[in-house]
């Protein structure tokens, strides 16, 4: 009698993914699970960028290897077929013998794309493939929207007051709240740049770091294009972190330079103009929008998403006080 299925085993490779999240890109995050006789006998998962693969870790970590040869394994992303960094997982997971191997999404990387399933089915191995597909690919949304579209995974984030206000002209003021400002600064670990626009970094003068949360440090980005940013500016510090100033407003200019510089995804924290250029180029792939109780009275007016085609993009709001 079988009592889990495929999608559980996926769950758990998605699940154990996700720890390599902020670590492994320009990669994608991947998790591996090893069953035999219903029993999870190995786990792993891609834990940084040139590290071994999910694969690799999972097969390592089963202590009784005898039993491979009747185990199936389940990756969330295609195994790789191609020398990289490392070697090819699916000549690892054909040397092992092990008889079945069930995957999430197919790698739309063109060095693997369909390959790595076709050197696993040449060598006799049963595949299965688009389990939890919708899951996985949003899971590795940033990284599915780098190789298939070659630019960064963008997500636009802005705090709001309840009448609709970012904040007013001209002064620095604080909408959300202390666990908002945690939140933030989770969200930029999890990002390879952080982005504002010249009024922003002249007015709020933000450090743009992680300080309230663990991780990485993203790249800070700004745009100055006529030469308004003052030398003393936080963002000008580079001593702990990179910074690039554009001097264009052309957004796809920016875009593909970020790509080109291997940056998988920007969070662009306003102000209002920067955000609502974003928008109006249709350039962004998520929206994250902080609703406070605060009440400004008059401002400057939060972009406004309505009408958002909801299949291409993701949105949400959070409430904070
Ligand atoms: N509540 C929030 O979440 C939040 C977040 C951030 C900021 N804020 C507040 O928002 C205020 C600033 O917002 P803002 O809308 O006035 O300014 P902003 O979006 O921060 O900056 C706009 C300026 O950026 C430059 N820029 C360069 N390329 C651009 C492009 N493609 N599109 C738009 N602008 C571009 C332009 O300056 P040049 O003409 O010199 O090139 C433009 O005037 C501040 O008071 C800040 O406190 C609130």
């Not at 999608?7 to 492994?24: F, W």
């Not at 002249?202 to 030398?231: E, F, S």
Request: with cysteine; proline share 4%; hydrophobic share 35%.
């Amino acid at each position: 009698m079988t009592y889990f299925s495929h999608e559980h085993y996926m769950q758990r490779c998605l699940q154990l993914a996700k720890n390599g999240i902020s670590q492994v890109a320009p990669n994608p995050m991947v998790g591996s699970v090893i069953v035999c006789d219903e029993r999870i006998i190995g786990e792993g998962f891609h834990k940084r960028y040139g590290g071994h693969h999910a694969e690799v870790e999972a097969i390592n970590s089963v202590k009784d290897t005898s039993l491979l040869k009747k185990s199936t394994l389940y990756v969330n992303l295609e195994p790789c077929s191609h020398f990289g960094k490392t070697p090819p997982c699916a000549d690892l997971i054909i040397a092992t013998q092990i008889p079945k191997v069930v995957i999430g999404t197919r790698d739309p990387n063109p060095k693997v794309a369909g390959r790595g399933i076709r050197k696993l089915q040449e060598a006799g191995i049963e595949v299965v493939e688009g389990i939890l597909e919708p899951e996985g690919q949003f899971f590795n949304r940033r990284f599915l929207t780098f190789i298939t579209q070659q630019r960064p995974y963008i997500i636009l984030k802005w705090a709001q007051s309840t009448d609709g206000y970012i904040g007013k002209q001209g002064k620095n003021i604080r909408i959300s709240d202390e666990f908002s400002r945690i939140l933030l600064h989770k969200w930029r670990s999890e990002e390879a740049a952080v982005m504002v626009g010249t009024t922003t970094a002249i007015i709020d003068n933000p450090q743009l770091n992680v300080r309230h949360y663990y991780g990485r440090q993203p790249l800070r980005v700004t745009v100055d294009t006529h030469g308004r940013l003052p030398k003393d500016l936080n963002l000008l510090d580079t001593s702990q972190q990179d910074t690039h100033i554009y001097t264009t407003h052309d957004l796809h200019a920016i875009v593909s330079n970020l790509y080109e510089r291997g940056i998988q995804s920007l969070i662009v924290e306003g102000g209002a103009q920067l955000l609502n250029s974003f928008l109006a180029e249709n350039l962004w792939d998520e929206a994250r929008i902080i609703k406070s109780a605060m009440i400004l009275g008059d401002g400057i007016k939060a972009p406004s998403i309505e009408d958002i085609d909801g299949e291409k993009h993701a949105w949400g709001t959070i409430l904070f006080h």
